[in-house]
């Protein structure tokens, strides 16, 4: 499977940005999702995941009531709705998928992903 990020792009602080996950070579309506973010000289790290039930949502503490993940199962896409964007929010957001797990669970470790996109780049900056 393939997944491709796209909705990147600079914006000013308080701005809003909704970013989508595309994936292509399998259906993904039964995969757990997820979105990281790694910033210049940072570790990757967990934004938000769902279940494949879409069900299940968990988020960090640091864009919790901020940001929205939701997927449409039928486009096979994921979607990562930012809003209230910060300066700290600023780095490459990657999707990820998972191949198994139940209907109700979402995973926020790297490791229990399968499948990586590319980046996208967001940059909050006035």
């Known amino acids: 499977v393939q997944l491709v990020e796209s909705g990147g792009g600079l914006v000013q602080p308080g701005g809003s940005l909704r970013l989508s996950c595309a994936a292509s070579?399998?259906?993904?309506?039964?995969?757990?999702m997820g979105w990281f973010r790694q910033a210049p000289g940072k570790e990757r790290e967990f934004v938000a995941a769902?279940?494949?039930?879409?069900?299940?949502?968990y988020y960090s503490d640091s864009v919790k009531g901020r940001f929205a993940i939701s997927r449409d199962n039928d486009k096979n896409t994921v979607y990562l709705q930012m809003n209230s964007l910060k300066p700290e929010d600023t780095a490459v957001y990657y999707c990820?998928?998972?191949?198994?797990?139940?209907?109700?669970?979402?995973?926020?470790?790297?490791?229990?992903?399968?499948?990586w996109g590319q980046g996208t780049q967001v940059t909050v900056s006035s």
């Open positions: 990820a998928a998972r191949m198994f797990g139940n209907s109700g669970s979402y995973y926020y470790s790297s490791d229990d992903y399968d499948y």
């Open positions: 070579g399998r259906t993904i309506s039964r995969w757990a």
């Open positions: 769902i279940s494949w039930s879409g069900g299940s949502t």
